[in-house]
């Protein structure tokens, strides 16, 4: 059983895959609040666990954005991480692969071209995607006139690393594009 102190209604939490996550006034599952991240703060959960791993309930929705990108992970544990990612435009600028981590896009809202070291891949439209295995070098750009929302399903593994095609680390290279600061559609939200 989960050690709770209190109810859902009250603000309970237990600790799931490293982080306090609230639960249901039944006791029966979490609903995690979506956490921000980027390539300065990846996503670093454990398998560090109070009772016995409750079901993750989340809503795949996300703010649209007139500038800029985020991505917010809806749900995860230490084997499988769960993100929403939304681009007012553009997308990633270069190949690089995931070493050691196999993920997968598929499209919510929009559409992604995807380039691999040969040229494009595809356009990837509603309800479409895209699996990347590990070592697999990869980009992307929004190539549709609205906001391109991507669901992304990724499996962690220790010691992955996002590398250009030249294999150093893509945090370290100057190509790596930077965003403006994502500003919102007012109003505007995928749901």
């Not at 600790?15 to 006034?25: E, N, T, Y």
């Not at 006791?27 to 079901?55: C, I, N």
Request: aromatic fraction near 8%; proline fraction near 8%.
């Amino acid at each position: 059983m989960t050690t709770r102190t209190q109810n859902a209604e009250t603000g309970a939490t237990v600790l799931q895959f490293g982080r306090q996550v609230p639960v249901s006034a039944d006791g029966t599952h979490v609903e995690p609040a979506p956490t921000g991240l980027d390539l300065d703060h990846p996503l670093r959960f454990s398998g560090e666990t109070e009772g016995t791993p409750l079901p993750q309930i989340f809503t795949v929705a996300t703010q649209l954005l007139a500038q800029g990108r985020t991505d917010y992970a809806l749900a995860v544990t230490d084997r499988l991480q769960i993100v929403i990612k939304c681009y007012a435009s553009g997308g990633e600028n270069y190949l690089h692969a995931h070493t050691e981590e196999d993920h997968a896009f598929i499209v919510l809202q929009g559409e992604a071209t995807f380039f691999g070291p040969k040229g494009p891949i595809g356009r990837i439209g509603r309800n479409r995607g895209v699996l990347i295995p590990r070592g697999a070098l990869y980009s992307f750009q929004s190539s549709a006139p609205e906001p391109l929302v991507l669901l992304r399903a990724g499996v962690p593994w220790p010691g992955n690393q996002i590398v250009a095609r030249e294999g150093h680390e893509r945090k370290q290279d100057a190509r790596d594009q930077t965003y403006p600061e994502a500003v919102p559609l007012e109003g505007r939200f995928y749901r």
